[in-house]
């Protein structure tokens, strides 16, 4: 069965995909955090973090319409943490912005507008970097910047299942569906009940099999790998052309 | 003279206490090709974990000549290569490279020479140039063929093969038939792929309830209609004439 795969459009060519992926992964990192830390009132500043975002966009040739529908996914998580924000903030009730009988606050919009604006803007950096460097490609970066080799390790583990088990869950349905599934909503459950039960130990068992073939291969528990990633002068150039953007927006940011 | 493989009275019961495999002898020549049939649940793949100390066993067995025990595990394990049935267990590594080096890796060799066992294994299954691809995005034929990659790229003696062609259509059946037929090691395949079993070994083994009840050349096995029937392996006589 196909699947639009996690890492989609990072077989392309271009610029940024060339780019070793420790230079992305740092360069992403600084960018979240010089969002995270600007005061939200500061508009032009995040307008110039969009268009450092919206360059590299384009740099990347990844349909830019494709970056916006999949930004979308953090909405949920910014209603429910921020939604109720400008009710609740005390502070000066801004005449105007009143909905029915609750009052809106200036500030709590502030800090509305600041979780929405930052989230979106990591998360389309984030896009970007998962859309330009192949999963794996991530993982050997990750694991050059010293993180743990067990983290690592799962990660590639759910990358390489998670697939693996969406097939399986969908033959399972198949199967479900071919035979009138239906009835009761309490007898719909317990069948759900009984799959989510089935896919565990299917799970577990493969489990204990894909142990068998690392053991069959000599693995004795310590994980061990090849690193195979170079930097290139496109590296420090795009290291420094990014950094040189960060500062001038914070230069700017600090003299209006 | 030495053998690639001796199990003198090889019994096991799973954990549940289901007896799986009785009192097996078997000796293997080096460079035999040997096939290992029987039905679903007779102990071929109980049998084949055995072989490299998965399962352990009290000294049972004897790879080369060297018996299988917590100290010999894992030259054990470099001289028995075990493929698995399914090669979505088999590879587990988010490259193909990362795959077909992860034993040569852990049996401590240098980058430089992991590096040229993975473009020899994967050269040898006529899979060069699939290093960066990850195993998800390939066909179930190109999954074997990568698991027997990871295989070789630790350069075992021994080669041990759980139902090789199941899942595959004909044409990638024979491939890799051709394939398996043209790789020097004594090879050991458990199967219930009579036509597989025919072109690829010579001498043919069939358990039945976890006991050796045949052991002889492959001709000798096939032509055995009867001996074939009583053990599930071939058409009931019933239905053997309805296809004449």
């Known amino acids: 069965m196909k699947h639009s795969f996690l890492d989609r459009y990072s077989d392309r060519d271009s610029l940024l995909h060339k780019l070793d992926p420790r230079t992305k992964i740092v360069t992403t990192i600084a960018f979240i955090l010089a969002v995270a830390l600007t005061p939200p009132p500061s508009w032009q500043a995040f307008a110039l973090y969009f268009v450092i975002v919206a360059i590299a966009i384009l740099i990347s040739k990844i349909p830019p319409l494709y970056v916006l529908k999949r930004s979308l996914v953090i909405v949920p998580f910014v209603l429910l943490i921020g939604i109720f924000i400008p009710f609740l903030k005390p502070g000066d009730a801004s005449g105007s912005y009143n909905v029915w009988i609750w009052n809106v606050s200036h500030s709590g919009l502030m800090v509305l507008w600041g979780i929405a604006i930052k989230s979106w803007l990591s998360i389309l950096s984030l896009i970007l970097l998962s859309a330009t460097t192949k999963f794996a490609e991530l993982l050997k970066g990750l694991e050059q910047l010293r993180m743990p080799k067990l983290m690592i390790m799962i990660l590639s583990f759910m990358y390489r299942y998670l697939f693996v088990m969406v097939d399986e869950v969908s033959r399972m349905k198949q199967a479900r569906d071919s035979r009138n599934f239906g009835g009761k909503r309490t007898w719909q459950l317990k069948t759900i009940g009984n799959m989510i039960g089935t896919l565990f130990i299917r799970s577990y068992e493969r489990g204990e099999r894909v142990y068998g073939a690392m053991v069959a291969r000599c693995f004795e528990g310590q994980i061990r790998t090849l690193s195979r990633l170079q930097f290139r002068t496109a590296d420090l150039y795009f290291v420094a052309a990014f950094f040189f953007c960060l500062s001038l927006v914070g230069i700017t940011f600090l003299f209006m | ?244």
């Open chain 2, 1 to 244: 003279m030495e053998y690639a493989i001796e199990i003198a009275n090889l019994s096991y019961s799973y954990p549940d206490g289901q007896q799986a495999l009785r009192d097996i002898n078997l000796t293997i020549g080096i460079g035999e090709s040997v096939a290992l049939i029987g039905a679903n649940g007779a102990g071929k793949s109980t049998l084949l974990l055995h072989l490299n100390g998965i399962i352990k066993s009290n000294e049972t067995i004897k790879i080369l000549g060297l018996p299988l025990n917590d100290k010999n595990l894992k030259q054990a394990r470099s001289k028995v290569g075990l493929v698995f049935q399914n090669p979505d267990d088999q590879l587990f590594s988010p490259t193909v490279f990362d795959d077909v080096a992860f034993g040569p890796i852990n049996m401590g060799f240098h980058p430089n020479e992991v590096r040229q066992r993975v473009s020899q294994a994967l050269h040898d299954v006529n899979m060069a140039g699939y290093e960066q691809r990850s195993p998800q995005h390939l066909s179930v034929g190109e999954k074997k063929r990568i698991a027997i990659a990871t295989i070789l790229s630790m350069s075992p003696e021994i080669l041990v093969l759980d139902e090789p062609t199941a899942n595959l259509d004909p044409r990638a059946k024979w491939e890799l038939i051709e394939l398996i037929k043209g790789l020097p090691m004594t090879k050991i395949v458990a199967s219930h792929d009579l036509e597989m079993v025919t072109a690829l070994c010579e001498r043919t083994i069939i358990l039945d309830s976890g006991s050796i009840v045949a052991d002889d050349s492959t001709p000798s096995i096939m032509s055995n209609a009867p001996l074939l029937e009583s053990y599930g392996l071939a058409p009931t006589s019933r239905l053997a004439i309805a296809f004449d």
